[in-house]
């Protein structure tokens, strides 16, 4: 398939099939939140790597915002090459793994598709990715004399997480809504393209017919009768 390029964790892959191409890597900045907006061309498939380790939480969710049929073939493997996950033509979906160390695959396939490319949406929630621990070692390393403090360190510790997680249930969901806000525009935009084309069809018709039946009464009134001398 070519050489691979792998980037320091936590960052996507990106790898264009079938094998005979070069694959193309795109990373991601390190957050544990990542989305991402492409277009999949006709015929195509395309494909992301997400480096996981033990006992984590990948959560996948995709969405379809523009392109004929707002569908997409959908396809998530395990490190081993499992199947986790197979979808046909859907629009969008939801899928949550716990996962076991090793690169997860996931992709996204248009080649049931000859004409129309398809904008996909998607976006990656990494939970329990082992970091934690780490900050709040972090944090016991610069705070001292704790016994003085009426406030345990581990209650501002479990505060700061709860803000932090509900922050991050709001950017969720505010990039949720940017998303359907995008696929709404476009379906819009197709419809009122699909009105103004009919309307011309349907004026160029009546214009049609009504020179038809002008020609037609005219010809009733004509004297077809040959004069003769």
Request: glycine share 4%.
């Amino acid at each position: 398939m070519g050489d691979r390029i792998w980037l320091s964790f936590p960052v996507l892959l990106l790898a264009a099939l079938p094998p005979e191409l070069l694959p193309v890597a795109t990373g991601f900045t390190p957050s544990l939140d990542s989305d991402f907006t492409f277009t999949l061309p006709a015929g195509q498939k395309e494909c992301f790597y997400q480096p996981m380790p033990l006992k984590a939480s990948l959560e996948i969710e995709y969405q379809v915002l523009d392109g004929a049929g707002l569908d997409v073939d959908f396809y998530l493997a395990s490190p081993e090459g499992k199947t986790l996950v197979f979808e046909q033509r859907k629009s969008d979906g939801v899928h949550t793994v716990e996962t076991e160390v090793g690169d997860y695959m996931f992709c996204f396939d248009n080649t049931f598709s000859t004409i129309s490319e398809k904008v996909i949406f998607f976006e990656l929630i990494l939970d329990n990715m082992g970091e934690q621990v780490q900050e709040q070692e972090d944090w016991k390393k610069y705070i001292t004399g704790t016994d003085m403090l009426d406030m345990k360190l581990e209650d501002i510790l479990e505060s700061i997480n709860s803000i932090k997680s509900r922050l991050s249930k709001s950017g969720h969901i505010q990039t949720l809504l940017r998303a359907f806000e995008a696929r709404d525009r476009n379906i819009q935009e197709s419809n009122f393209d699909r009105v103004n084309f009919w309307s011309v069809v349907n004026l160029v018709v009546m214009v049609v017919v009504s020179a038809i039946q002008v020609y037609m009464l005219k010809s009733l009134f004509e004297d077809k009768r040959k004069s003769r001398t």
